[in-house]
């Protein structure tokens, strides 16, 4: 009979009531949506949280005078996945007040061309009770509504660079293969660099693979020597694989982009968050926190949003 009655009560709780409760707001706690599992960046812990992310998160809370609190929601990404689609849906669930690693391009704020979009999974979601099995499992929330969000000073800037086989020689850029064979991925920043930037002659040395996060696996069993990968991206797979004999070139391509947090417009906290930023720049503190988790960083360099990479400015730039 208990179960029954719990049962009962569960299912009539509203979804609209679930997203009022998500609002709800505390201005002594600063909450975070994070990736459950992003490699340097981010990962949820038995002790709390690890990644540059997450301690940029904790630095910033610090600053604002609050108290940090991490969502932690499920980053494997598939098909069906849109990482800023689902960043509108976040926060204009209320599921946190901001998202860190947002890119600051005039296409990724304002409002979006969709009023609805999907909620990715999240530790701590609402849940109910199954009629079927009677035991609790998670109620997908689904397409909520979105409002307009704007975009943080930025605290990094993306790089893309090149690995090599260690043993072999360090690579100058992707003009300099000396007949090795360039892994790269299809589709991708870093693999239009490749192909742009390779010479003529050396193009039958270019591998073409599947973007994702078992690209540099695929590197190493395969057995190549060169690859051309975003330089965050090699940062996590040496976090993962300690025992890799790939390593990091010195050479970066000029083309980046500053990367801030994402936070709704409405929010009255931008201009401290900004400033916290700004503090935590100038003391070099995002400098050391990557140096602590093992991120290769660059410091933000634009004061204005990309309008976005075009092929024409890959094309000269080196």
């Known amino acids: 009979m208990l179960r029954e009655i719990t049962a009962a ?6 979804p609209l009531w679930v997203a009022a409760s998500s609002a709800e707001t505390n201005d002594d706690v600063l909450r ?8 340097v960046l981010a990962g949820r ?7 540059f992310d997450f301690r940029v998160a904790q630095e910033i809370a610090t600053s604002m005078g ?22 509108y849906a976040m926060l204009g669930f209320g599921l946190c007040d ?26 701590g979601m609402p849940r109910e009770m199954s009629l079927e099995t009677g035991m609790l499992s998670q109620r997908l929330v689904g397409y909520v509504d979105v409002s307009p969000i704007d975009v943080s000073d930025g605290y990094m800037r993306t790089q893309v660079g090149m690995v090599y086989r260690e043993g072999t020689p360090e690579p100058t850029g992707p003009s300099d293969l000396a007949g090795r064979r360039l892994a790269l991925q299809e589709n991708t920043l870093s693999g239009t660099i490749a192909m742009l930037r390779t010479k003529p002659g050396e193009r039958g040395n270019l591998v073409t693979m599947s973007p994702g996060t078992e690209f540099l696996w695929n590197v190493e069993k395969e057995g190549l020597d060169l690859a051309m990968v975003d330089v965050l991206a090699f940062d996590s797979y040496l976090k993962a694989n300690p025992f890799t004999q790939l390593r990091l070139a010195d050479w970066r391509h000029s083309i980046g982009l500053d990367i801030g947090i994402a936070v709704l417009s409405e929010n009255p906290d931008l201009p401290q968050l900004n400033e916290a930023i700004s ?3 100038a003391l ?12 290769t960083y660059l410091a933000p360099q634009d004061t204005e949003l990309s309008k976005g990479i075009t092929m024409q400015m890959l094309m000269v730039a080196e």
């Not at 009560?9 to 509203?14: D, E, G, H, I, R």
């Not at 940090?68 to 689609?85: F, K």
């Open 9 to 14: 009560a569960l299912l009539m709780v509203s």
């Open 32 to 39: 975070a949506c994070l990736p459950r599992n992003a490699g």
């Open 45 to 51: 812990r038995l002790t709390g949280g690890s990644g």
């Open 66 to 87: 609050k108290t940090l609190e991490p969502v932690w929601y499920e980053n494997e990404l598939d098909e069906e996945s849109n990482p800023l689609s689902e960043t």
């Open 98 to 123: 901001i998202v860190p690693g947002h890119p600051r391009l005039v296409s990724a704020v304002g409002v979006p061309d969709y009023e609805r979009a999907v909620l990715p999974r999240w530790l």
């Open 279 to 281: 503090e935590l720049l």
């Open 284 to 295: 070099g503190r995002f400098v050391e926190l990557a140096q602590e988790v093992g991120l």
